[in-house]
């Protein structure tokens, strides 16, 4: 039973597939509402760190930074919401979903349908370079911060869920809001300068670093896993390891989408899984999904010979090819 459930977590899990969704042809577009939140963070970010920056301030926006990344967006909405990685008491679902609204990329809904509709594409053949990232840096940035992807023929979502849940509907509602109680807190706390480097700053960092990880996770770096007729790969980015609670051993996520643990080999930090790992010692998170429960998932892999950390790293291609079961030949 527990690898029946299990294999469902190698699944996209909110979307149905319907047969005649195309993931490569669709037009990019500006998006207002990210546009203006994520540029207006970062050029507010530039212009007041000049006027606002004490000691006490850089340290609590890095700390706050990190702790945001940790609870909300690795371990609240991406290994919680999105994968269903583990469980846990309504209560403290609750509180990482907030966490992650509060690391200030957008509500829970619009990041389960971001994330699902790039995971869905990118394991079909062939995908737009949007949800590929395979364009170059600055076009990439533009694209993934500024603009937004309009499928001629999407995928059919199944949110029913998510959308029943008042909590979520209005942590969706109000996700820019989110920021204004912390912003008294701490403007309580420390004046103007902690309300900079704990909003803005914080902010900034996160949704540009989230960018900039992803960006290179599709693009280049060590691999020890390709998944069988996909057409994007995933790359680790071992320097983001520790900076980003685990989530840059992207490799493995592909690998193992509904794992808890994404940090696999030794060396590999997750603070992410660690404090999953302290949740369920302390008996609020159960069903930890890990690759050993995933029965058959090795079936998809195809294991990259070469050891992952001392080859030479391998950049994706402008047009990857799909990896075919019998094309298995590394
Ligand atoms: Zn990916
Ligand atoms: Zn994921």
Request: with cysteine.
């Amino acid at each position: 039973m527990k690898s029946e459930q299990a294999r469902d977590k190698c699944e996209v899990n909110w979307i149905v597939e319907t047969p005649d969704a195309d993931p490569a042809i669709g037009k990019v577009q500006w998006d207002p509402v990210h546009s203006f939140w994520n540029g207006g963070m970062l050029l507010a970010s530039i212009a007041l760190i000049p006027f606002f920056s004490t000691p006490a301030a850089v340290a609590v926006g890095l700390g706050l930074t990190g702790l945001f990344l940790l609870l909300g967006h690795s371990v609240g909405f991406h290994r919680l919401l999105i994968h269903g990685s583990f469980k846990t008491s309504p209560w403290l679902r609750r509180f990482l979903l907030w966490c992650g609204t509060v690391a200030g990329m957008s509500g829970p809904i619009w990041i389960v349908r971001t994330h699902d509709l790039r995971d869905w594409a990118q394991r079909q053949d062939k995908c737009h370079d949007y949800l590929a990232h395979r364009r170059p840096m600055v076009i990439d940035a533009w694209w993934q911060l500024h603009c937004t992807l309009k499928l001629e023929k999407p995928p059919r979502f199944d949110l029913h869920a998510l959308e029943q849940s008042r909590f979520i509907r209005f942590l969706e509602r109000t996700w820019m809001l989110q920021q204004l109680p912390l912003a008294a807190l701490l403007f309580w706390m420390g004046g103007l300068p902690f309300v900079v480097w704990g909003v803005f700053v914080r902010v900034a960092l996160t949704v540009h670093g989230h960018w900039l990880v992803g960006h290179l996770a599709h693009r280049r770096g060590p691999q020890s896993w390709l998944v069988k007729e996909a057409g994007v790969q995933a790359h680790d980015v071992p320097w983001a390891g520790l900076i980003t609670m685990g989530e840059a051993w992207h490799n493995n996520h592909h690998a193992f989408p509904g794992s808890a643990r994404i940090g696999l080999k030794p060396g590999q930090s997750d603070w992410g899984y660690r404090f999953i790992q302290l949740l369920e010692k302390l008996g609020l998170a159960r069903d930890v999904c890990l690759p050993a429960h995933m029965q058959g998932r090795d079936r998809k892999l195809e294991v990259v010979r070469a050891s992952a950390t001392t080859s030479r790293p391998r950049r994706s291609e402008q047009q990857p090819q799909p990896v075919r079961a019998a094309s298995a030949s590394k």
